[in-house]
Each structure stands twice: as structure tokens, then as C-alpha cells.
């Protein structure tokens, strides 16, 4: 072979193997087998909970004060949320955040609901004296819903689930019993993908508003929930005063009297 047929041979090659692979993909495809397409894993909300967030959006301010009339002429959509709840309790597939925000939601959703059966209503406190169950004396201790097919109450949720299963003190600042005291109403439902910058960003309202929490470095006024659930606030080394310094502008000093403040039980309504 010459010096140039050599040459010519060489710079074929390449052309010669693209068209190898052209022709062979080509007799694959054409004879009908064809090559797996590459799997793709669909990951899935455990719950969706986006028709209580619209109806959130749309009934809630910004300060967390609630249209209730509106939830009562939204009744429809409300209940067909509700009863995704009561017939879906959570798996133990379901992660940590999963199950904590569906619980979170179920709180609020029912206390919501609560107040629609009793409308139009002062407080919340009030409707204890309305309830004609025995050894129920709170509207808290009412089994007026269900969920999997078990009778349940908003004590059920927070003391038998949330502060029981999930050890989360955060938990204080998202649950809100429907009054004025109580941290603000997001106009957002809770989800697991966001759970724990809602919880952190529910802890920054709720320590920073002077109207529930007034602090200085040497003095506090604090809401009746750090005295309430101080058990909470207390385990894993942590104190009232390292929670209110992490979330408040103001940092309480480790030797700062501490007072609670009043409990406005009036109704959270716009």
C-alpha cells in the first residue's frame, strides 16, 4: 500500500465507524426493537392540601384575621377538603414533614370548622358551655370529626399527636385556636417541602408582635403558651429564654424576669 492510500485509509476510518453506528441504530429501530427509555421515579405529595390553601389565600389576611363568612359561603369546597382529611390519615410511609404538616392543617382546618358549627360566636371558649356531652367540657376535648374511621378532637391532634409523636415545640406557633392571642393564621397551608421555614418564620411573627410578646434584654412580657407548654420549651437542654432568643430581634439575657401576658380569648375574625 502506498504512502498515500495510507493516508486516505486514516483519515476514513472515523466517517467509516459513524456510519456503522447510523446503519445499526437505524436496522434496530427499524425492526422494532426499541431501546428502553430511561425510568424517571415520580415523587408525589403524600397529601395535597392545595384546596385548604386557596381557601386560606382567600380568607385570611395577612394578619391572620379569618372571613369565616367567607369559609361558610366556601362550605362546599371546605368540607370536600375536610373530608380528604378524615378519609386519609397519614401512612407510616409518610415522612416526618409529611405527617406533621397534614396534622398541623387538620388542626386548623377543624378548629376553622369548630367555628362554622357554632357561628356566629364571640370565642371559641364560648362554645364549651354549649357542648351537652358528658365529661366534655371544652370545645378542645370534642370529638366532632373523624379521621380513618376514629372519632377525634383538637386535644387528640396537639397533645395525643403532635406533642407526643414529633418532640417539635415549633408546633405552638402554628397552631391556632381561633383567637386573638394565638399566633397568626397563615393564609398558606403547611406542606413538607416548606415545613420547617414556616415554622421558623411562624416563631419570628409570633415573638417579634408586641401585642403577644414584649421583650428587652432584661424584662419580658411573653404569651401564656411559654408558661402553658413550658415542659416543651424546656426538654433537650433548651429554656423559654434560648426559643424566644432565637426567633426575637431583641435577645432576652439569661437572668431577664419574666411575666405573662393576658389571654385574649376573643374570636380571630376580620
Known amino acids: 500500500m502506498t504512502n498515500a492510500l495510507r493516508k486516505l485509509f486514516r483519515l476514513s476510518l472515523p466517517y467509516l465507524s459513524l456510519a456503522t453506528c447510523i446503519l445499526s441504530a437505524a436496522g434496530a429501530y427499524g425492526t422494532g426493537q426499541h431501546r428502553p427509555a430511561p425510568s424517571v421515579t415520580l415523587s408525589a405529595a403524600a397529601f395535597d392540601h392545595s384546596a385548604f390553601d386557596r381557601l386560606l389565600k382567600k380568607h385570611v389576611?395577612?394578619?391572620?384575621?379569618?372571613?369565616?363568612?367567607?369559609?361558610?359561603?366556601?362550605?362546599?369546597?371546605?368540607?370536600?377538603?375536610?373530608?380528604?382529611?378524615?378519609?386519609?390519615p397519614p401512612a407510616a410511609s409518610w415522612s416526618k414533614p409529611e405527617q406533621m404538616a397534614y396534622w398541623i392543617n387538620a388542626?386548623?382546618?377543624?378548629?376553622?370548622?369548630?367555628?362554622?358549627?357554632?357561628?356566629?360566636?364571640?370565642?371559641?371558649?364560648d362554645i364549651g358551655s354549649r357542648i351537652k356531652i358528658p365529661f366534655v367540657t371544652t370545645p378542645w376535648a370534642s370529638e366532632f370529626?373523624?379521621?380513618?374511621?376514629?372519632?377525634?378532637?383538637?386535644?387528640?391532634?396537639e397533645h395525643g399527636t403532635l406533642r407526643k409523636k414529633y418532640d417539635d415545640p415549633r408546633i405552638h406557633f402554628a397552631l391556632v385556636c381561633a383567637s386573638i392571642s394565638c399566633p397568626r393564621l397563615r393564609?398558606?397551608?403547611y406542606t413538607a417541602a416548606k415545613l420547617d421555614s414556616q415554622l421558623d418564620d411562624q416563631g419570628r411573627?409570633?415573638?417579634?408582635?408586641?401585642?403577644?410578646?414584649?421583650?428587652?434584654?432584661?424584662?419580658?412580657?411573653?404569651?401564656?403558651?411559654?408558661?402553658?407548654?413550658?415542659?416543651?420549651?424546656?426538654?433537650?437542654?433548651?429554656?423559654?429564654?434560648?426559643?424566644?432568643n432565637r426567633y426575637a430581634n431583641t435577645k432576652m439575657s439569661p437572668d431577664a424576669k419574666i411575666t405573662f401576658l393576658d389571654y385574649n380569648w376573643n374570636l380571630n375574625e376580620q
Open 145 to 157: 370529626f373523624s379521621i380513618g374511621g376514629k372519632k377525634m378532637s383538637l386535644d387528640a391532634i
Open 205 to 244: 411573627d409570633f415573638l417579634n408582635n408586641p401585642a403577644k410578646n414584649n421583650i428587652s434584654k432584661t424584662s419580658a412580657q411573653l404569651s401564656r403558651y411559654f408558661d402553658w407548654y413550658k415542659g416543651d420549651w424546656n426538654e433537650s437542654g433548651q429554656s423559654v429564654v434560648k426559643w424566644v
Open 61 to 88: 389576611n395577612e394578619k391572620g384575621l379569618v372571613n369565616y363568612k367567607g369559609f361558610r359561603a366556601d362550605a362546599k369546597a371546605f368540607d370536600q377538603y375536610l373530608a380528604q382529611l378524615s378519609s386519609t
Open 187 to 189: 393564609n398558606e397551608a
Open 107 to 125: 388542626y386548623n382546618a377543624y378548629t376553622i370548622r369548630l367555628i362554622l358549627n357554632h357561628y356566629p360566636v364571640k370565642s371559641i371558649k
